[in-house]
């Protein structure tokens, strides 16, 4: 099972949440969790489509006006074919795996030690094909947001004042590198190739500060259930090995043999 400590490395937890947590970002670059989630995973999920969780192809307008293809038809589009997905995908649409813990054990791993800190956590993917491929417009989260970068280059611009576009930092990270985002930061996101990241990210614990910090433990987190479908069947009975009788024991024999 991964740690936080793990997670956060060469960051000490206590640095973390006394400098960082709701205050700033946070780039960590190394290379720990670049396998977490890969094109070769990606293509074995598409492959499975329609027979998948859940799907949607971003893309907006010049206007920013966003839309999204959603195969549960959440947002009223038809249901794609497999062939539409896959030329959408050949066009340079960018493809997000809602709730991608439900898809991949590691990712609820991680998931599982977070919310010992924060409340209940969602993991979404986040693919391009290649460069230009356009994803959200810029914009903010109502949550802490912990994003690994698995494939290519995400370039991140953070805004200090959205409103008179005053650019707080320019951030290019690489597969590995891992990126926090506190609660309400503005962020661009730009990909110069094919990319892939991760975002998990979470609500905070009501009243939950430095003076009074609350960790939980995750036995009163059921998500893992989700990944045992093994049935309950019963172990069969032992059975119990044949004894022989005992040859019996005479006090007299039993027959006399005369000479």
């Known amino acids: 099972m991964v740690k936080i400590e793990d997670i956060l490395d060469p960051i000490s937890v206590k640095n973390f949440f006394q400098n960082y947590w709701q205050k700033k970002h946070l780039v960590i670059r190394r290379n720990k969790f670049k396998d977490l989630f890969t094109f070769r995973l ?11 969780r859940s799907l949607q192809i971003l893309d907006y307008d010049d206007k920013d006006t966003r839309w999204c293809l959603d195969k549960h038809k959440k947002l009223k589009q038809p249901m794609l074919s497999k062939q539409q997905v896959y030329d959408l995908w050949r066009k340079g649409k960018s493809f997000v795996i809602p709730f991608a813990d439900y898809e991949h054990k590691p990712l609820v791993d991680i998931c599982f030690e977070l919310e010992k800190y924060f409340s209940h956590g969602q993991c979404n993917v986040y693919a391009s094909p290649k460069a230009g491929s356009k994803s959200f417009p810029p914009h903010r989260d109502a949550t802490e ?24 930092e320019e951030i290019t990270l690489e597969a590995g590198d891992l990126l926090y985002i506190p609660i309400g930061m503005w962020h661009k996101v730009e990909a110069p190739g094919p990319r892939m990241l991760i975002s998990i990210h979470f609500n905070n614990k009501k009243n939950q500060s430095l003076k009074k910090f609350e960790i939980t433990s995750n036995k009163a987190n059921n998500r893992n259930r989700w990944y045992n479908w093994l049935p309950d069947i019963p172990k069969p009975k032992k059975k ?3 004894r022989l009788m005992n040859k019996p024991r005479w006090s007299k024999p039993y027959f006399t043999k005369k000479i």
Not at 42 to 52: I, R, T
Not at 155 to 167: A, M, P, R
């Open 42 to 52: 990606l293509d074995s999920y598409l492959n499975k489509y329609p027979h998948v």
């Open 145 to 168: 947001n912990f994003l690994f970068h698995t494939e290519g280059r995400v370039k991140w611009t953070l805004y200090k004042d959205f409103d008179n576009k005053e650019i707080l």
């Open 240 to 242: 119990r090995p044949v």
